[in-house]
């Protein structure tokens, strides 16, 4: 059955999967979503002898209906191949009673990759599709770990370029490191002079420049996105969810049809409707567990159907999740609203307007699989050393959020069903806050010092990803103010 996408803010808009990768946003400022949310058509022991890219297909082709069987193989082929360090794709490893999946081993070491690694592939696929000609230029404005996943993901795909703008001085050495080493000849990164809002402004500047738009048409090229909006990232990520449960069926851990939960740490909130998608798909999910670092304006609007981002901003050493706008809540929104685009329209034009909305008690009872807490910083480093004494598991920062945050949840519902807590990033993304975290003596190291003795507590050997920028020649370092970004877009593209 065909699956069309419609806009969160009207019901006017009805797309194919195809345009809607290709357009990221629908016009209206609303985001995409599915007329109906498709039921797997295999069973789980089916499934459970597939391998991640088997299962994916499965998966995926239920939504992407208009993409045909050799068109989707070929995009998942060409996306989980070796540029994962694992051939499972997405391991599980069961640690301290609970299962992390981990979703790191791509070529930047952060679960963004899941998704990055695919969302070219489909682009340009949808792109021949609709007889688009010109080349994509995906333009993003990054705070760190999107903006490398981008490149990865983007990097020598033919008929793209890739354009990268992040704060000069607002991301860490690593990050940095990671994107001015970026190879291929279809990128280019920036270093601009203002800080990670200035970036976003600049950009949708860009974005919503028509005459511009019309320039860059004659020229043959039309810009696109690779926000995590986008649904070319969304449905490739329910399929690890989907995975996770066949592995514990295959590997003899579960029994059919029992339930599990499933803890992810949280920001745009794109990671777990992945996995309220899945369950929604018939996966035996119990308990979608959302876990927040001290931006916990999530956890406030689970507890008392307020959302509210009229609050400081909070640094904590889990980057990816500070966040008070999440995104891709709108589509829950929609969803709960009984699939009522004017009242959805409605409270996310409060949201724009005040920085609030609240909700109905009819819509709360929409959120009854739902289960929000938080961990503060103290929190989230005391799990990583209460992991790694008790089994000698490291895990990073974001993955400890969602760890701390259940054993709240089980101290809270003495719940038994086996969880699997979604593993976002490698400890060595943030090598130096998780070294702290086990021992205050490592603070005195160097950055790639702190690397080799993390590797030799752990066991894990370095990955690539790191190894890399160690030596890597630095490829890019054009510099610019931010009313002069587009001047920098004409020059990459020879306009
Ligand atoms: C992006 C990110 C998150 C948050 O995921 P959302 O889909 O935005 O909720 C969590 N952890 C890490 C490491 C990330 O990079």
Do not use: W
Not at 186 to 214: P, R, Y
Not at 305 to 330: A, W
Not at 343 to 364: C, T
Not at 375 to 402: M, N, P, Q, S, W
Request: hydrophobic share 40%.
């Amino acid at each position: 059955m065909e699956v069309l996408y419609h806009s969160t803010r009207s019901s006017e808009v009805s797309v194919k999967a195809s345009e809607a990768i290709l357009k990221g946003l629908s016009e209206d400022g609303g985001l995409f979503v599915p007329d109906h949310i498709p039921a797997l058509d295999k069973s789980l022991r089916e499934l459970a002898g597939m391998t991640y890219q088997q299962v994916a297909y499965e998966v995926m082709k239920l939504y992407l209906t208009d993409f045909t069987e050799d068109e989707l193989k070929t995009c998942i082929a060409r996306a989980y191949d070796a540029k994962f360090d694992t051939a499972e794709i997405a391991p599980l490893r069961e640690a301290g009673g609970a299962y992390y999946l981990e979703l790191f081993h791509g070529s930047t070491i952060a679960f963004k990759d899941m998704a990055l690694s695919i969302l070219p592939h489909l682009m340009i696929a949808s792109a021949k599709k609709n007889h688009i000609k010109n080349e994509i230029v995906i333009l993003t404005a990054t705070s760190g770990d999107t903006g490398k996943a981008a490149l990865a993901g983007f990097a020598g795909v033919e008929g793209t370029k890739i354009i990268v703008f992040y704060p000069k001085n607002g991301v860490s050495p690593i990050q940095e490191k990671q994107m001015v080493t970026q190879k291929g000849d279809n990128t280019l990164v920036v270093g601009i002079h203002g800080n990670f809002d200035d970036a976003q402004t600049g950009v949708k500047k860009i974005f919503s420049d028509k005459e511009f738009e019309k320039e860059l048409d004659e020229r043959g090229f039309q810009f696109s996105s690779a926000n995590s909006i986008n649904i070319g990232r969304l449905v490739p990520q329910i399929c690890y969810y989907v995975y996770a449960y066949a592995q514990l069926l295959a590997k003899g851990e579960i029994q059919d049809k029992e339930q599990i939960n499933v803890v992810v740490p949280t920001g745009n909130f794109g990671n777990i409707l992945a996995a309220f998608y899945a369950r929604n798909m018939g996966l035996p999910i119990h308990k979608l567990i959302c876990a927040s670092n001290e931006n916990k304006v999530l956890y406030d609007f689970f507890r008392q159907g307020t959302y509210d981002r009229n609050r400081e901003f909070v640094l904590t050493s889990s980057p990816s999740m500070d966040i008070l706008i999440s995104s891709n809540l709108e589509r829950l929104i929609y969803r709960i609203a009984g699939e009522d685009a004017e009242k959805n329209r409605r409270l996310m034009a409060e949201l724009n307007e005040r920085g609030v909305y609240g909700i109905s008690e009819e819509m709360r009872a929409g959120l009854s699989d739902f289960y929000g807490n938080y961990a503060k910083e103290a929190e989230t480093f005391a799990e990583i050393k209460r992991l790694y004494d008790e089994c000698g598991y490291v895990i990073d920062t974001h993955t400890a959020v969602a760890s701390a945050v259940y054993r709240k949840y089980l101290a809270e519902t003495k719940d038994s069903k086996k969880t699997v807590i979604a593993s976002t990033a490698s400890p060595f993304k943030f090598t130096r806050s998780v070294m702290n975290a086990i021992d205050g003596k490592y603070d005195a190291m160097g950055d790639f010092e702190l690397v080799d003795e993390l590797s030799k507590l752990s066991g894990v050997k370095v990955p690539n990803a790191i190894e890399e920028i160690r030596t890597a020649p630095v490829l890019h370092d054009k510099q610019c103010d931010v009313d002069k970004m587009k001047d920098t877009v004409r020059e990459f593209l020879n306009l």
